[in-house]
C-alpha cells in the first residue's frame, strides 16, 4: 500500500559559530525538526550526539571556528554532520578513565549511534553520525499502530469519494491532510447524528493525543 501523506524528509543545514551559547540553540532547532519529521523518539540520543560533535570542534579546533550543521535521512537512518575547516584536528576514541575528561565526548556519540565517521574533503572535514530510526523507508512512518491504522482510513476513506473528487492513488501530503480533516469532521457529525457530545469526543480526543505526545518530549 502507498504511504498516505508520507513525510517528505528533506536535508537541510545551517552555518554557525562553534561557540557553547550555540549548543543549547542548535538542540532546540534539532528538536523541532525531528519533532516535524515524526522523529520525537531519536530526540534525546541526537541532541546528545551533536552537543558532543560541536564540543569536539570548540575544544579541539577553537571556540569562534565557523562550522555548519548539516542533517538528512540515510534511507532509514538519520544522519547528522558536523562541518569544520580543520582537516588536521581529527577526533578520534581514546582509552580513557572514568576519571579523564579527554575521549569521552565520541566514546558517547559511539555508544548512542549506529555508526559514526570522519569525511575529509579538501577544505573542510565532516564528522558525521548516523541513528538508527524505527522507519521502514526515508519517507514512511514509525512503526505505530495508530499511523498505520489512519493510514489504512485515509486510504479506504479516499478510495469512496466520487472519482472526481479522489485523489491520486499516492495521496500526496496536502491531499491526505484534507482527507484526515475531512474524516475527523465528518465522525463528528456521526457522534452528533447518535445522540453524543461532538465537542466532548474532540476534546477527550485532543487530550488522548496530547498525553502520548508528551511521551516523547524532552
Known amino acids: 500500500m502507498d504511504c498516505g501523506g508520507c513525510t517528505h524528509r528533506r536535508p ?7 561557540e557553547p551559547e550555540e549548543v543549547a540553540a542548535l538542540r532546540r532547532l534539532l528538536r523541532t525538526h525531528l519533532g516535524l519529521w ?13 552537543s558532543e560533535l560541536v564540543s569536539n570542534v ?13 542533517v538528512s535521512m540515510s534511507g532509514t537512518y538519520l544522519r547528522i554532520e558536523v562541518h569544520d575547516p580543520d582537516t588536521r584536528a581529527l577526533p578520534c576514541l581514546i582509552d580513557s578513565t572514568d576519571d579523564a575528561e579527554a575521549g569521552r565526548g565520541m566514546a558517547i556519540v559511539s555508544a548512542m549511534s ?4 570522519v569525511q575529509l574533503l579538501p577544505d573542510r572535514k565532516i564528522t558525521w553520525v548516523e541513528l538508527a ?17 489512519a493510514t489504512s482510513c485515509l486510504h479506504l476513506y479516499n478510495a469512496g469519494l466520487p472519482a472526481h473528487l479522489q485523489g491520486s492513488t499516492k495521496l500526496s501530503v496536502i491531499s491526505a491532510r484534507e482527507t484526515a480533516i475531512d474524516i475527523i469532521a465528518d ?14 469526543a474532540l476534546d477527550r480526543a485532543q487530550m488522548r493525543f496530547e498525553a502520548d505526545a508528551r511521551r516523547f518530549v524532552r
Open 187 to 200: 465522525l463528528l457529525h456521526w457522534l452528533r447524528a447518535h445522540g453524543h457530545d461532538a465537542d466532548d
Open 38 to 50: 515524526g522523529l520525537p523518539e531519536l530526540t534525546e540520543a541526537a541532541q546528545l550526539c551533536l
Open 12 to 18: 537541510w543545514d545551517l552555518a554557525f559559530s562553534a
Open 114 to 117: 549506529e555508526r559514526w565517521g
Open 58 to 70: 570548540i575544544t579541539h579546533v577553537g571556540p569562534g571556528t565557523p562550522a555548519t550543521l548539516a
Open 133 to 149: 530510526s524505527e522507519l521502514t523507508e526515508a519517507n514512511g512512518h514509525i512503526k505505530d499502530i495508530r499511523v498505520s491504522r
